[in-house]
Nanobody
Framework: QVQLVESGGGSVQAGGSLRLSCAAS????????MGWFRQTPGKEREGVAF???????LYADSVKGRFTISQDNAKNTVYLQMNNLKPEDTGMYYC????????????????WGRGTQVTVSS
């Protein structure tokens, strides 16, 4: 059974930084795409950043140059380094995974974590 557990959320002022972690367990697929999504009340969930097993990455335009997704395969963990945070980055951040060979926008994700809250104040 695949489990994804997020951590690292918190409250920061605009311009600050946070690093989110997603620890995966029970994943036996040879390939994967793992992604970070965020959602705020009244808005649809949106993809933020994706990474595949080979290290290929995708970023939403709104976070390019500020966020970096990375992975530590030895620890089965994916990270999201968030710098120069803005109030509009506020939301619940979810980690997700699927068994695709590479990531693409619009892909269906089969496994989800419970989320970690990020709050950025102005």
């Amino acid at each position: 059974q695949v489990q994804l557990v997020e951590s690292g959320g918190g409250s920061v002022q605009a311009g600050g930084s946070l690093r989110l972690s997603c620890a995966a367990s029970g994943y036996t697929y040879r390939s994967y795409c793992m992604g970070w999504f965020r959602q705020t009340p009244g808005k649809e969930r949106e993809g933020v950043a994706f990474i595949d097993r080979d290290g290929g990455t995708l970023y939403a335009d709104s976070v390019k140059g500020r966020f970096t997704i990375s992975q530590d395969n030895a620890k089965n963990t994916v990270y999201l380094q968030m710098n120069n945070l803005k109030p509009e980055d506020t939301g619940m951040y979810y980690c997700a995974a699927n068994s695709f060979t590479f990531c693409y926008w619009g892909a269906i994700f089969d496994y989800w974590g419970r989320g970690t809250q990020v709050t950025v104040s102005s």
